[in-house]
């Protein structure tokens, strides 16, 4: 790869893996920095790049595992999700996106990584497995997990459909037939 198409791939790719590393560490501050270190190995081994997972993958994937290194390098690494502000009380996002990282933050790093990868880069599962060195069958089930976490966590939506009724509406005789 030349330094200008280097230079392009780095301007049509930092801002969109620096949204997927945040979604997968749940650290905007952390995500910028992984990926900027990912670049500069990249930069470092532009020659070299994996032309068949393709330079997105091995900049995501490096950043990926910088981050879990940082991560496992914390003494106290819990301590720093409890220490963040509260989103809410910080003028943050929309409770619903926040439901949505209080989801994945309680989630075990590979379950979060294969449902950030599969919902967020929109990676197939082959794809993914490619990606972090998991067999399809793992990830099938990372997935599998990961939204039965999102349903545990998200719970039923007002007016959303759950067997045959909406959640919000009583039963016509007023009894619950759950």
């Not at 993958?57 to 879990?68: H, K, N, P």
């Not at 919902?119 to 039965?148: F, N």
């Given at each position: 790869?030349?330094?200008?198409?280097?230079?392009?791939?780095?301007?049509?790719?930092?801002?969109?893996?620096?949204?997927?590393?945040?979604v997968m560490t749940g650290d905007f501050h952390e995500a910028q920095d992984?990926?900027?270190?990912?670049?500069?190995?990249?930069?470092?081994?532009?020659?070299?790049?994996?032309?068949?997972?393709?330079?997105?993958?091995w900049v995501r994937t490096v950043a990926w595992r910088l981050a879990v290194?940082?991560?496992?390098?914390?003494?106290?690494?819990?301590?720093?999700?409890?220490?963040?502000?509260?989103?809410?009380?910080?003028?943050?996002?929309?409770?619903?996106?926040?439901?949505?990282?209080?989801?994945?933050?309680?989630?075990?790093?590979?379950?979060?990584?294969?449902?950030?990868?599969?919902?967020?880069?929109?990676?197939?599962?082959?794809?993914?497995?490619?990606?972090?060195?998991?067999?399809?069958?793992?990830?099938?089930?990372?997935?599998?997990?990961?939204?039965?976490?999102?349903?545990?966590?998200?719970?039923?939506?007002?007016?959303?459909?759950?067997?045959?009724?909406?959640?919000?509406?009583?039963?016509?005789?007023?009894?619950?037939?759950?």
């Amino acid at each position: 790869m030349t330094e200008e198409e280097f230079a392009d791939f780095y301007r049509r790719s930092v801002h969109r893996i620096t949204g997927q590393l945040y979604v997968m560490t749940g650290d905007f501050h952390e995500a910028q920095d992984v990926v900027q270190e990912a670049f500069v190995r990249a930069w470092n081994s532009r020659g070299r790049l994996d032309r068949d997972l393709g330079p997105d993958a091995w900049v995501r994937t490096v950043a990926w595992r910088l981050a879990v290194s940082r991560w496992r390098r914390l003494v106290r690494g819990r301590a720093a999700w409890e220490q963040r502000a509260d989103p809410l009380t910080s003028g943050g996002p929309d409770p619903g996106m926040v439901d949505i990282e209080r989801a994945l933050r309680d989630m075990p790093a590979r379950q979060r990584q294969c449902a950030t990868l599969f919902y967020v880069c929109d990676l197939t599962v082959d794809q993914i497995a490619a990606e972090t060195r998991l067999a399809s069958g793992t990830v099938k089930t990372h997935l599998s997990r990961a939204r039965a976490r999102f349903a545990d966590s998200l719970g039923p939506r007002p007016g959303v459909r759950t067997a045959g009724r909406a959640t919000d509406r009583p039963s016509p005789s007023g009894e619950d037939h759950r």
